[in-house]
């Protein structure tokens, strides 16, 4: 049975989460931006449905990218050379985070609600969230968003409307400091990037030593080409 959080109640240990579904640790009601905060400090996020309780997970294997591990191919380092695209970080938070919101495909729309929005917009005021922002001819055409604590982040989404804008915000992000970026759930596109799986226990054990790191600081400064 899965715990359920009704106020204060502590997240149980990630051990005890679910095998089927991969990761499933414990439903609740409420997403505030302390619970949020506490939830990435124990290797835990949210994602659930919108109208449905707010589940939180804890998968194992942990989908996670070293930043020295990303594979920049000739085709993007060119790109990243002599392209005309605009690196920002932190100038159009909520505009990146409903640019991820937004249907893809066939698709009606993703778990990222108004409710998230909001409490993700909070953390980004506390300076907790962030996001990394592609533009081009002054329009937002890429990005990707996330929470930083420590020398640690945590991605939650990217998107993009020109080919290889997501890729180059990740690229970018990927030449921050931090020790390293939970990418979450694996997915072919991440995998071909860098990002690998890693056991839950040691991906718990290197975030409890990176979150108390100083933090990686200076987000308004955008980044060098």
């Known amino acids: 049975m899965i715990p359920w959080l009704i106020e204060d109640t502590p997240f149980p240990p990630v051990t005890q989460a679910l095998r089927e579904p991969d990761g499933l640790l414990a439903a609740g009601r409420e997403l505030t931006p302390d619970r949020l905060l506490d939830a990435y400090r124990h290797g835990i996020f949210p994602w659930f449905n919108p109208g449905d309780p707010v589940l939180w997970w804890s998968p194992d294997p942990r989908m996670i990218l070293i930043p020295n591990e990303f594979k920049l191919s000739g085709s993007l380092a060119k790109i990243l050379r002599n392209s005309a695209f605009e690196v920002r970080t932190d100038t159009a938070f909520e505009q990146v985070m409903r640019a991820c919101a937004a249907p893809r495909g066939e698709q009606q729309g993703t778990w990222i609600n108004e409710q998230m929005i909001e409490v993700y917009c909070t953390l ?43 890729k180059i915000a990740l690229a970018h992000l990927a030449r921050r400091r931090f020790g390293m970026i939970d990418c ?12 690998k799986l890693m056991p839950r226990d040691k991906f718990v054990a290197q975030l409890e030593e990176l979150i108390n790191y100083p933090p990686v600081d200076n987000w308004q400064s955008g980044f060098e080409p």
């Open 124 to 166: 980004h005021r506390t300076g907790y969230a962030h996001s990394v922002e592609i533009w081009l001819d002054g329009k937002l055409v890429g990005g990707l968003y996330g929470v930083a604590i420590g020398q640690m982040f945590y991605g939650e989404s990217m998107f993009s409307f020109v080919s290889n804008a997501s």
């Open 184 to 195: 979450q759930m694996y997915t072919p596109h991440l995998a071909s990037l860098g990002a």
